[in-house]
């Protein structure tokens, strides 16, 4: 959204989850007048469909004008057919896509790369984002790509896993971008010009439509050179690189998993995982562009390997192989039977297909690492599944010694884990309710704390209309590194109980590491009444694993302090950062260490947050995280033991 509104000229949408967001920023900036970087006032035009909202960009672009779209799932489906008339038109517009697992045995609206792989035969380049520097990152560089080679392109991020995670990024310089990428008058065709008459869009029958056809690879030759000049460029102007492929300790790799998307930077975490502790050598690959595919390229860097698994967020069981290890081993037959384009190859490396994540099923380290286990001992099961309870399904590993002699039982389900992140990561568990702004609570406390204290951050909820009044989660990483792993997290050093039922629903202390921190929402008002409340079971854990344990009735101050009536359950997350502040060490490692300069960095960031809101909300804002920084109190450890506190005779 942020490169869209800076270079584009207008949007054609109806808003689809999960790329709604996009939409709603780039209608915003329409809402303020705001204008590209070339003064062109912008235009949105939310249209009865998304099949009506591509058919807008086409005529925009048709017209001249520099277009764009956001849009997922069904509604990508639902464009197909103008899809293919905008390629053919040879209109250089970029859409984005929150790829999302399509509507089959059940509705889900999380991500799959279903959606476009549906249309990967429409004519269009496609690009993949790892994460949110990415997906903006390559919002660029399509664009760039697309107007040099004539051809409309898809950027594509997963869903809710990239669209909806809040990471730091750094923002294209509006300088940068307007060198980037022209003026669109300068690059763009009228063809609806009536001083330069052209003909478009005609009917072409026996005689002439195959000519047309055909004629069109003279542009699509231009497609692969113009990605990889667009990269080029960008990386002299930025330092940030992407290729067509992104390899990963690849060079010396026995053992490779190919992926698209977010579980990509998983597998380069596993990778140094594996290498680390088991001395496997185990590379990563991402494709970055799947369309044109890079065959050559793959196959260059693949050929040396013993074997390979290609993840993929989708299953297709009645095609030869999903899309990506089809392509794959497409290319492969084409280098062994001497193709003129291919280096040369005398052997094939096994390759392996599997589906994970498919509607954002949880992938962590551990189901890669069996993956790893799987393919180094040559087994003769060439697709499998991991994540779910299945016949085809690998087993987790919790250690990551998967070295080919070690024998393993793999049973088709297991408990977790394996989970990896950084050294310096403190990572934080939200349990809530859907509706009580647990959305809203992650963002903002993830906001300031990259704003105060310049941290790198990864903030992702478990988000679904239907979680709204039931239980739900959400999920925080804070590192002074970047965070790479985008799966659940299932060890945590604080947990937040928002919901009094969490309890009796779910496990909150799973995973909560010793000497942890646990913060209750609670309306009593004293140690002993909160540590009362709190289920046996659950003592006996806290005491077992020495938790310190905070309690406070955010819901209450919530109340009192929230001046519009539709934020005080909302404001509830705005009193845990306050929590959030007091009791994890942040603060004290930056040398704040008093109330006021912590509470005058946050007011700082509140500000950035609300401002365009009125002082008063700012004003609340702050006041319910004083309260929070405050009022939060601790259960004692005399509370939790039973025994009565000593007095000083």
């Given at each position: 959204?942020?490169?869209?509104?800076?270079?584009?000229?207008?949007?054609?949408?109806?808003?689809?989850?999960?790329?709604?967001?996009?939409?709603?920023g780039?209608?915003?900036?329409?809402?303020?007048?705001?204008?590209?970087?070339?003064?062109?006032?912008?235009?949105?035009?939310?249209?009865?469909?998304?099949?009506?909202?591509?058919?807008?960009?086409?005529?925009?672009?048709?017209?001249g004008?520099?277009?764009?779209?956001?849009?997922?799932?069904?509604?990508?489906?639902?464009?197909?057919?103008?899809?293919?008339?905008?390629?053919?038109?040879?209109?250089?517009?970029?859409?984005?896509?929150?790829?999302?697992?399509?509507?089959?045995?059940s509705?889900?609206?999380?991500?799959?790369?279903?959606?476009?792989?549906?249309?990967?035969?429409?004519?269009?380049?496609?690009?993949?984002?790892?994460?949110?520097?990415?997906?903006?990152?390559?919002?660029l560089?399509?664009?760039?790509?697309?107007?040099?080679?004539?051809?409309?392109?898809?950027?594509a991020?997963?869903g809710?896993?990239?669209?909806?995670?809040?990471?730091r990024?750094?923002?294209?310089?509006?300088?940068?971008?307007?060198d980037?990428?022209?003026?669109?008058?300068?690059?763009?065709?009228?063809?609806?010009?009536p001083?330069?008459?052209?003909?478009?869009?005609?009917?072409?029958?026996?005689?002439?439509?195959?000519?047309?056809?055909?004629?069109?690879?003279t542009?699509?030759?231009?497609?692969?050179?113009?990605?990889?000049?667009?990269?080029?460029?960008?990386?002299r102007?930025?330092?940030?690189?992407?290729?067509?492929?992104?390899?990963?300790?690849?060079?010396?790799?026995?053992?490779?998993?190919?992926?698209?998307?977010?579980l990509?930077?998983?597998?380069?975490?596993?990778?140094?995982?594996?290498?680390?502790?088991?001395?496997?050598?185990?590379?990563?690959?991402?494709?970055?562009?799947?369309?044109?595919?890079?065959?050559?390229?793959?196959?260059?860097?693949?050929?040396?390997?013993?074997?390979?698994?290609?993840?993929?967020?989708?299953?297709?069981?009645?095609?030869?192989?999903?899309?990506?290890a089809?392509?794959?081993?497409?290319?492969?037959?084409?280098?062994?039977?001497?193709?003129?384009?291919?280096?040369?190859?005398?052997?094939?490396?096994?390759?392996?297909?599997?589906?994970?994540?498919?509607?954002?099923?949880?992938?962590?380290?551990?189901?890669?690492?069996?993956?790893?286990?799987?393919?180094?001992?040559?087994?003769?099961?060439?697709?499998?599944?991991?994540?779910?309870?299945?016949?085809?399904?690998?087993?987790?590993?919790?250690?990551?010694?998967?070295?080919?002699?070690?024998?393993?039982?793999?049973?088709?389900?297991?408990?977790?884990?394996?989970h990896?992140?950084?050294?310096?990561?403190?990572?934080?568990?939200?349990?809530?309710?859907?509706?009580?702004?647990?959305?809203?609570?992650?963002?903002?406390?993830?906001?300031?704390?990259?704003?105060?204290?310049?941290?790198?951050?990864?903030?992702?909820?478990?988000?679904?209309?239907?979680?709204?009044g039931?239980?739900?989660?959400?999920?925080?990483?804070?590192?002074?590194?970047?965070v790479?792993?985008?799966?659940?997290?299932?060890?945590?050093?604080?947990?937040?109980?928002?919901?009094?039922?969490?309890?009796?629903?779910?496990?909150?202390?799973?995973?909560?590491?010793?000497?942890?921190?646990?913060?209750?929402?609670?309306?009593?008002?004293?140690?002993?009444?909160?540590?009362?409340?709190?289920?046996?079971?659950?003592?006996?854990?806290?005491?077992?694993k020495?938790?310190?344990?905070?309690?406070?009735?955010?819901?209450?101050?919530?109340?009192?302090?929230?001046?519009?009536?539709?934020?005080?359950?909302?404001?509830?997350?705005?009193?845990?950062?306050?929590i959030?502040?007091?009791?994890?060490?942040?603060?004290?490692?930056?040398?704040?260490?008093?109330?006021?300069?912590?509470?005058a960095?946050?007011?700082?960031?509140?500000?950035?947050?609300?401002?365009?809101?009125?002082?008063?909300?700012?004003?609340?804002?702050?006041?319910?995280?004083?309260?929070?920084?405050?009022?939060?109190?601790?259960?004692?450890?005399?509370v939790?033991?039973?025994?009565?506190?000593?007095?000083?005779?």
């Amino acid at each position: 959204m942020w490169v869209e509104t800076h270079i584009s000229q207008g949007a054609g949408v109806y808003p689809i989850t999960s790329s709604t967001t996009m939409g709603q920023g780039y209608q915003a900036a329409v809402a303020r007048g705001d204008s590209n970087l070339w003064g062109d006032r912008l235009l949105f035009m939310e249209a009865e469909s998304e099949h009506s909202s591509a058919s807008f960009c086409e005529g925009f672009a048709v017209a001249g004008g520099r277009a764009t779209n956001f849009t997922s799932g069904q509604g990508l489906a639902l464009m197909t057919e103008v899809l293919y008339t905008i390629s053919g038109k040879r209109l250089p517009m970029v859409f984005h896509i929150g790829a999302r697992a399509l509507t089959s045995q059940s509705l889900n609206v999380h991500a799959g790369h279903d959606d476009v792989m549906g249309v990967s035969d429409t004519g269009w380049g496609i690009l993949f984002a790892m994460n949110a520097q990415g997906a903006g990152d390559l919002a660029l560089i399509a664009r760039r790509a697309a107007e040099n080679s004539s051809t409309p392109f898809l950027n594509a991020m997963d869903g809710f896993l990239t669209t909806h995670t809040l990471e730091r990024v750094l923002l294209p310089e509006p300088e940068l971008m307007r060198d980037f990428i022209c003026a669109p008058d300068e690059k763009l065709i009228n063809l609806m010009d009536p001083y330069n008459p052209v003909m478009s869009g005609v009917v072409q029958n026996q005689d002439a439509y195959m000519k047309g056809r055909i004629a069109q690879r003279t542009y699509i030759e231009k497609v692969e050179p113009a990605v990889q000049e667009a990269m080029d460029e960008f990386h002299r102007l930025t330092g940030r690189r992407y290729d067509l492929i992104q390899q990963y300790r690849v060079e010396d790799a026995e053992y490779v998993l190919v992926g698209l998307g977010s579980l990509a930077e998983t597998t380069m975490e596993t990778a140094d995982w594996l290498r680390r502790d088991s001395g496997v050598r185990v590379g990563a690959l991402h494709v970055t562009c799947f369309r044109p595919f890079p065959g050559p390229r793959l196959v260059a860097a693949l050929r040396h390997v013993s074997a390979l698994a290609v993840i993929e967020r989708m299953d297709n069981p009645l095609a030869q192989d999903n899309p990506i290890a089809g392509e794959i081993k497409a290319a492969f037959a084409d280098a062994l039977s001497g193709h003129p384009d291919y280096p040369k190859v005398t052997r094939l490396p096994a390759i392996y297909s599997c589906s994970a994540g498919l509607g954002s099923r949880d992938l962590h380290q551990g189901h890669l690492a069996a993956a790893v286990e799987h393919i180094s001992e040559g087994r003769e099961q060439r697709f499998f599944v991991l994540g779910i309870e299945h016949e085809l399904a690998l087993q987790p590993h919790e250690d990551a010694d998967i070295r080919p002699e070690r024998t393993f039982s793999m049973r088709a389900h297991s408990v977790v884990d394996g989970h990896v992140r950084p050294l310096s990561a403190f990572s934080m568990r939200g349990h809530s309710v859907g509706g009580f702004g647990s959305v809203t609570t992650n963002k903002v406390i993830a906001d300031v704390v990259s704003d105060v204290f310049g941290f790198d951050v990864q903030a992702y909820p478990l988000y679904g209309s239907e979680k709204k009044g039931l239980p739900t989660r959400f999920f925080l990483t804070v590192a002074e590194e970047h965070v790479r792993s985008h799966s659940e997290l299932h060890y945590v050093d604080f947990v937040s109980v928002n919901d009094v039922n969490a309890f009796y629903t779910a496990d909150p202390l799973a995973g909560l590491v010793e000497n942890g921190t646990l913060y209750l929402q609670s309306p009593k008002e004293t140690a002993e009444e909160v540590w009362e409340c709190i289920p046996e079971q659950a003592k006996r854990t806290i005491l077992k694993k020495k938790i310190h344990v905070f309690a406070l009735d955010a819901a209450a101050i919530s109340v009192s302090v929230a001046s519009e009536v539709d934020l005080e359950v909302r404001m509830q997350g705005v009193v845990l950062l306050g929590i959030f502040l007091r009791v994890t060490p942040f603060a004290r490692e930056k040398g704040m260490q008093s109330e006021q300069a912590v509470l005058a960095a946050v007011e700082k960031a509140l500000r950035k947050y609300f401002g365009k809101r009125g002082e008063q909300v700012v004003q609340d804002n702050l006041n319910a995280v004083r309260r929070g920084y405050e009022e939060v109190f601790e259960i004692p450890e005399h509370v939790k033991a039973g025994k009565e506190a000593l007095v000083p005779a």
